[in-house]
């Protein structure tokens, strides 16, 4: 029922912000589910969990984006975001959004940082 989609460019130059775009579809994202999780998969590299915000709106962050993450949420939109700041091309990744407990992944969307 619960669909989850990544939307965003998928070419981010270096030293610019990274942001992209959860929707949900099928259920709400306060009653539906309980922490949206953002997780991202670099090139020959496993999944890295990067951060979670809760169906209040408590966020958790990975200490490895130190203060580089945010993730906030549209509950007018029924969606979520992720921003990224001063990426670097190590930020290539294919990234996806998630609620692990209901089991409810996004396809994911390929982000390139380049020059």
């Known amino acids: 029922q619960v669909q989850l989609q990544e939307s965003g460019p998928g070419l981010v130059k270096p030293s610019q912000a990274l942001s992209l775009t959860c929707a949900v579809s099928g259920g709400s994202i306060t009653t539906n589910i309980a922490y949206l999780t953002w997780i991202r998969q670099p090139p020959g590299k496993g999944l890295e969990w990067m951060g979670a915000?809760?169906?209040?709106?408590?966020?958790y962050y990975s200490p490895s984006f130190k203060s580089h993450i945010f993730i906030s949420r549209d509950t007018s939109k029924n969606q979520f975001t992720l921003q990224l700041s001063s990426v670097t091309p190590e930020d290539t990744a294919v990234y996806y959004c998630?609620?692990?407990?209901?089991?409810?992944w996004g396809k994911g969307t390929l982000v390139t940082v380049s020059s």
């Open positions: 915000i809760s169906a209040g709106g408590t966020t």
């Open positions: 998630a609620s692990l407990a209901g089991n409810y």
